[in-house]
């Protein structure tokens, strides 16, 4: 069982790096092979609009042409069982990193025919398990500020084209270590700090029961 799990956050060690890591130790407590990747760490752009993956000749090809250093991720990606990305919210959408990675990942898989019942044919012919862990600054109760839909939508796509993909929302994460040296009166820090104690470790753990669920 081969299991990728992909920090979409600039942070390495902040909260959707650790969750993600949950979602390693979770894997690996059921002997899965795992390989993590700080997506922010490669040289990428989103999909170049080459279409040299949709040529007919390539029909039967789900791997991006374009030579960045995303190349070798995505092509383990799809040699993997299961794919697991991790994105913070940046303004109600995932990071510009995550969605790079997905518009790569997602349109050199698919295409543009129909089968008899409307649905695009993806080039994936094996089921590959997909998640993707959301971490927010806003509470569960003011998530509508996020758009559930706007979250949806590459959940949608990669369910399409993979299979089934799960979501997990970490909500009220603590975006700092002190509080008081930025410009805010928007966030209680004791309500942070409380959260981040109490929330935040029960995250960790839905986290790692993701992995070891994605890879049994
Ligand atoms: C540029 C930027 C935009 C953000 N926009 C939102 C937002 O729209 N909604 C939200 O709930 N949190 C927002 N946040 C907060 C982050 O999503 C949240 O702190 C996240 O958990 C950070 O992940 P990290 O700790 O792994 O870096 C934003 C943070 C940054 C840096």
């Known amino acids: ?13 902040a909260n959707t ?17 795992v390989e993590y990747f700080d997506l922010y760490s490669y040289d990428f752009k989103g999909c170049m609009s080459c279409f040299a993956c949709h040529l007919k000749k390539n029909s039967e090809n789900p791997l991006c042409f374009w030579r960045d250093e995303l190349k070798e991720i995505l092509k383990k990606c799809l040699k993997a069982d299961a794919i697991v ?4 919210i940046y303004y109600g959408s995932i990071t510009s990193y995550a969605q790079a990675f997905l518009e790569k990942l997602l349109f050199a898989a698919d295409t543009y025919v129909l089968d008899e019942d409307g649905n695009r044919v993806s080039k994936i012919k094996k089921e590959i398990k997909t ?7 806003v509470t569960e109760e003011m998530s509508h500020f996020n ?5 949806a939508i590459m959940r949608g796509y990669l ?28 966030f209680d820090p004791e309500l942070k700090q409380k959260s981040n104690e109490t929330q935040f470790p029960k995250d960790l753990k839905k986290a790692y029961e993701l992995g070891k669920r994605l890879a049994k």
């Open 17 to 33: 790096a650790k969750l993600c890591k949950s979602v390693v130790e979770g894997a690996e407590s059921e002997s899965a092979e």
């Open 85 to 88: 990305i991790g994105t913070p």
């Open 159 to 186: 369910t399409n084209i993979f299979g089934e993909c799960e979501a997990l929302y970490a909500y009220d994460t603590k975006q700092f270590k002190q509080y008081s040296p930025y410009l805010n009166n928007m």
């Open 147 to 151: 758009g559930e839909d706007q979250l």
């Open 131 to 137: 998640a993707i862990i959301y971490t927010m600054n």
């Open 1 to 13: 069982m081969k299991v990728i799990v992909l920090n979409a956050s600039p942070r390495k060690r």
